[in-house]
């Protein structure tokens, strides 16, 4: 017999080879996208609310411009500019370059500069650590689990939701997987961190090949795996569906029970 097809409202089962198994109505791309969007920008509004909190209670600003200060102190007694852009400096004289090295040799040991530079670095590790798990664990966790289905603002404003492979709703840790281990960690803060490491040469070409292998392995699984899993759908056996007209289970035991009911009538119908 050819593979029958229940409608049951928008949600759908089939069968193949006998067994009833869910028929995935994956979400189009385009949502995807839109939603993902929509997210960015609240996760980015969250993230700089927290940054600048942050920063008034920790001093950040008070220890940049005590920073500014030492810097500005050599560069009076040395009559020269830090902030010389690359040209302007080949364009100094020889007598002029090293006075700029002996200035800057002085500066970088300077006892008090180091402490405060490395206090800035550390503290700039820790305030953005903070503000994007902060923010993580409020739109891309707490949101999910109050509005269910896994639907942050993003995907309820775009009308789709994440389950289970397997169909199944998703659970608070599976939740807490796909959203902190994989988003937060591995998406996100991963490759800030690179980029932090990178811009205070803290790291060079190998963290640059890490960053891209990072965005390579995304795009590849986003074109590569059936359901155009991302990297943290991969991670927590997630998809994302068109919330409209994919049945999503409370568990599988309830989803057992659909597949019994939709068979029992289904046998009554080809008795009829």
Same mark, same amino acid.
């Given at each position: 017999m050819a593979n029958y097809v229940r409608l049951w409202g928008c949600h759908r089962m089939l069968t193949v080879g006998g067994d009833w198994v869910h028929d995935i109505q994956k979400a189009s791309m385009w949502k995807r996208v839109s939603a993902a969007l929509c997210d960015l920008i609240a996760l980015g509004i969250v993230i700089v609310g927290l940054l600048l909190l942050l920063s008034s209670v920790l001093g950040y600003d008070g220890h940049a411009a005590r920073l500014e200060e030492i810097s500005e102190s050599y560069e009076a007694e040395y009559n020269v500019d830090f902030d010389i852009a690359e040209a302007d400096y080949q364009a100094l004289s020889e007598s002029e370059k090293a006075l700029y090295k002996q200035a800057m040799d002085a500066f970088s040991k300077d006892a008090d500069a180091n402490y405060v530079y490395n206090l800035l670095?550390?503290? =700039?590790?820790?305030?953005?650590?903070? +503000?994007?798990l902060v923010a993580f664990l409020l739109l891309e966790l707490l949101v999910p689990l109050l509005l269910r289905n896994g639907q942050t603002l993003g995907k309820k404003v775009f009308g789709i939701a994440v389950m289970r492979e397997d169909g199944v709703r998703l659970t608070p840790m599976l939740?807490? =997987?796909? $959203? !902190?281990?994989?988003?937060y960690t591995v998406e996100t803060m991963i490759p800030v961190l690179l980029?932090?490491? !990178?811009?205070?040469?803290?790291?060079?070409?190998?963290?640059?090949?890490?960053?891209?292998?990072?965005?390579? $392995? /995304?795009? !590849?699984?986003?074109? +590569? =795996?059936?359901?155009?899993? $991302?990297l943290h759908d991969k991670l927590a056996h997630t998809v994302v569906v068109d919330y409209a007209s994919q049945m !999503?289970?409370? +568990?599988?035991?309830?989803?057992? $029970?659909?597949? /019994?009911r939709l068979h029992a009538e289904r046998t009554e119908a080809e008795r009829d």
């Open positions: 670095v550390n503290l =700039t590790f820790v305030m953005i650590t903070l +503000s994007v939740l807490f =997987t796909r $959203a !902190i281990l994989g988003k980029v932090l490491m !990178i811009y205070w040469n803290m790291i060079g070409f190998p963290g640059t090949v890490l960053l891209f292998g990072l965005l390579l $392995a /995304q795009l !590849i699984f986003l074109g +590569s =795996t059936r359901n155009r899993l $991302a !999503i289970f409370d +568990s599988p035991e309830a989803m057992l $029970a659909y597949k /019994q």
